[in-house]
């Protein structure tokens, strides 16, 4: 029996940030869900080829003090979404997830999702920078692609 295009992408959740072993890490659910919704609709976006998700992005737009706290180490991903507070005016965008089933990488969804996104939130937000985590060489490279065409400047949070 094959999976469907939802379960493949929970696994592939799983495989690259593997939240459910790590309680520093964002392990997105229903609730968590709503609350990125009340901070912005654009927060969390996704590709649906009609047969169901094949690319979902999450993005979290936050204060610069919260965004140099967590590059710093000083804060977690989870405590980065709690001290984030709907109704704030935001100046940075957290690059926090982008996923894609490996049949349709490289064809530029993630990017394409992300950028609409960000500027979704620019609309009504001065956003000055952007940042982020990088899991994989992938996600470090589409991080850098966006910073480079939204001409925001990117920090990166390091191991």
């Known amino acids: 029996m094959s999976l469907t295009n939802f379960e493949r992408m929970l ?10 072993n790590d309680s ?12 990125l919704q009340r901070l912005h609709p654009a927060t969390l976006s996704e590709y ?9 992005i999450l993005l979290i737009p936050t ?23 709907p109704d704030s005016t935001y100046e940075a965008i957290y690059l926090c997830s982008a996923m894609v089933l490996e049949e349709y990488r ?10 609409d996104a960000i500027e979704s939130i620019r609309k ?10 990088p ?6 490279a ?9 001409g925001l400047p990117l920090l990166k949070r390091k191991d």
């Open 11 to 20: 696994h592939l959740a799983s495989d690259i940030f593997d939240s459910k």
């Open 24 to 35: 520093t890490q964002l392990d997105v659910n229903e609730k968590i869900m709503k609350r």
């Open 48 to 56: 649906d080829d009609g047969k169901g998700p094949v690319a979902w």
């Open 63 to 85: 204060s610069l003090d919260l965004m140099n706290r967590f590059i710093n180490k000083k804060i977690t991903e989870n405590e980065l979404l709690d001290l984030t507070k």
């Open 106 to 115: 490289r064809k530029g969804i993630a990017k394409k999702l992300t950028l």
């Open 124 to 133: 009504k937000h001065p956003i000055k920078s952007l940042f982020v985590w």
């Open 135 to 140: 899991f994989t060489a992938e996600g470090n």
């Open 142 to 150: 589409g991080a850098d692609a966006i910073a480079k065409i939204t």
